[in-house]
């Protein structure tokens, strides 16, 4: 009967630390084509850092060479800013995102540094964890951790007091998880020196797993549901150019309201060198870009920043046609959709998927 030794293990350990985030990576990359989500960026190069780290580990151990071993410490370190990274692009703590960033940036370069000044001489216990090593890394996982902790418990209180779907509770709570099953087999790892690469598993996991939630529940990812109501284009003689509902069963009087109250404003009030803006109407948040002859309005239950560069990008679209109209155009409304319509689907394809 063949047994399986530890470094069989091992070794199949880092294999697979090399291999699920790499699956991650692929996940969130079809996530950042999908939503167009700039934070997904950044899950892409964790996943892709935390793969590498994996490959040469499991590599250094294979051949049993030290500086394979070595840029893998590094990766990990990378890492770690990543995640922190990550998570401050999507969530605002008390401590100043800079401050966080600058100290975590010091914690990088002392670990990276001190692993490349380490003397050659020493074993592979004394190389991987000499004591500037140790203060490099374990700050690094300290603000690494108090963001996380700070961002789920944040996460968690909002979705409970904004009775939003539970379904957006998934997201920091497999964070959590991740963070303190890591922690506790750390812990282990001191006490009863069971072997390091363990305490990985956990972590490892929990990220990977953030990657297939957020490419099919991507509001999670800002605790807020995506339900944008309503699209029309108005000209500044109140004139419907173009519209579309995102849902069914909307109310009517709802929308004409929203619209009326937006133009009254147009008409009366705002500079037309207004940029984009998000007014209140009835609980609704109304996203308006103004332009000199016309307004273009989304109507959402909830804010969304995404919206925001959507929208943005659908006006810029969208404004070479319209802009081109005579002022007191009357033309044929069915041809101008059919212009539009093109342009909407390709800027606004994600709605769909996002509202089941």
Same mark, same amino acid.
């Given at each position: ?16 630390? !090399?291999?699920i ?11 950042? @084509? ?36 070595? !840029? %893998? ?5 990378v890492?770690?800013? *990543?995640?922190?990274? +990550?998570?401050?692009?999507?969530? =605002?703590?008390?401590?100043?995102? *800079? #401050?966080?960033i ?12 001190a ?17 500037m090593?140790?203060?490099?890394m374990? %700050? ?8 996380? #902790?700070?961002?789920?418990?944040? =996460?968690?209180? $909002?979705?409970? @007091?904004?009775?939003?779907? @539970? @379904? ?12 303190f ?16 690469f363990? !305490? ?15 490419? +099919?529940?991507p509001? /999670?990812? +800002?605790?807020?549901?995506?339900e ?14 173009? /519209? ?6 909307? $109310?009517?009087?709802v929308?004409?309201?929203?619209? /009326? !109250? ?11 060198? =207004? &940029?984009?803006k998000?007014? *209140?109407?009835?609980? *609704? ?27 943005? &990008?659908?006006?810029? /679209? ?12 009357? %033309? ?5 959709? =059919? ?18």
């Amino acid at each position: 009967m063949t047994t399986i030794s530890l470094r069989e293990i091992e070794l199949g350990i880092w294999l697979t630390i !090399a291999i699920i985030p790499f699956v991650g990576s692929l996940l969130s990359a079809k996530g950042y @084509k999908k939503w167009q989500i700039k934070p997904y960026l950044l899950l892409i190069l964790m996943n892709v850092f935390m793969s590498l780290y994996g490959m040469l580990y499991f590599i250094g151990r294979l051949i049993n060479n030290v500086e394979f071993i070595m !840029a %893998g410490f590094v990766c990990v370190n990378v890492v770690l800013m *990543l995640n922190t990274s +990550f998570i401050l692009s999507i969530y =605002s703590p008390r401590i100043p995102k *800079l #401050i966080l960033i600058q100290i975590q940036i010091i914690f990088l370069i002392l670990s990276i540094h001190a692993t490349f000044s380490t003397p050659p001489q020493l074993s592979d216990e004394q190389m991987l964890f000499p004591i500037m090593e140790k203060i490099g890394m374990i %700050g690094g996982l300290f603000i690494f951790f108090i963001t996380i #902790i700070g961002y789920s418990v944040f =996460s968690l209180k $909002k979705v409970k @007091k904004r009775n939003l779907p @539970k @379904k957006l509770n998934i997201f920091p709570i497999t964070l959590l998880i991740g963070i303190f099953s890591t922690l506790i087999l750390y812990l282990l790892v001191i006490l009863i020196n069971i072997p390091l690469f363990f !305490a990985l598993i956990p972590g490892l996991l929990s990220f990977s797993l953030v990657a297939f939630i957020l490419l +099919f529940i991507p509001s /999670s990812l +800002f605790i807020t549901p995506i339900e944008p109501l309503h699209l029309a284009i108005i000209s500044h003689t109140g004139k419907t150019l173009f /519209s579309r509902n995102f849902q069914q069963d909307i $109310k009517d009087e709802v929308i004409h309201g929203a619209i /009326s !109250a937006i133009n009254v404003i147009f008409q009366k009030y705002l500079d037309p060198k =207004s &940029q984009l803006k998000q007014l *209140l109407f009835e609980n *609704l948040v109304c996203y308006v870009e103004f332009r000199p002859h016309y307004f273009i309005i989304l109507i959402d239950r909830y804010y969304f920043k995404q919206m925001e560069s959507t929208l943005r &990008q659908f006006v810029s /679209s969208v404004d070479p046609i319209i802009s081109n109209l005579p002022s007191d155009w009357d %033309g044929d409304l069915l041809s101008l959709g =059919s212009d539009i319509l093109p342009i909407f689907e390709q800027n606004f394809k994600f709605i769909p998927e996002m509202l089941r």
